[in-house]
């Protein structure tokens, strides 16, 4: 099983970054995917979910109206488009897999929101 997050970096705040996670070896159409950010001394947080067609999905208040998570199931990847960027969005983001207890993480990736 292996989940791989990609779109990281450096941009300026009010910017835009696209983060995508490519999985595979598991059945990703039978899973919810999340998106959760971890800043240093803080807890990992949940950043968005969408479930498995991708019918539904739920934000954490902080990023609402700015993130938009989305999945294409043929291309096994789940995507979160950030806009209107702050320093405070600055963490290392991380994209799970969830089904019942199976439970899998991807090893992040770095944004940094500065001027």
């Known amino acids: 099983v292996q989940l791989v997050e990609s779109g990281g970096g450096l941009v300026q705040p009010g910017g835009s970054l696209r983060l995508s996670c490519a999985a595979s070896?598991?059945?990703?159409?039978?899973?919810?995917m999340s998106w959760y950010r971890q800043s240093p001394g803080k807890e990992r947080d949940l950043v968005a979910t969408?479930?498995?067609?991708?019918?539904?999905?739920n934000y954490a208040d902080s990023v609402k109206g700015r993130f938009t998570i989305s999945r294409d199931n043929a291309k096994n990847t789940v995507y979160l488009q950030m806009n209107s960027l702050k320093p405070e969005d600055t963490a290392v983001y991380y994209c799970?897999?969830?089904?019942?207890?199976?439970?899998?993480w991807g090893k992040g990736t770095l944004v940094t929101v500065s001027s």
């Open positions: 799970n897999a969830r089904r019942l207890v199976v439970d899998f």
């Open positions: 969408i479930t498995p067609t991708g019918g539904s999905t």
């Open positions: 070896g598991f059945t990703f159409s039978n899973y919810h």
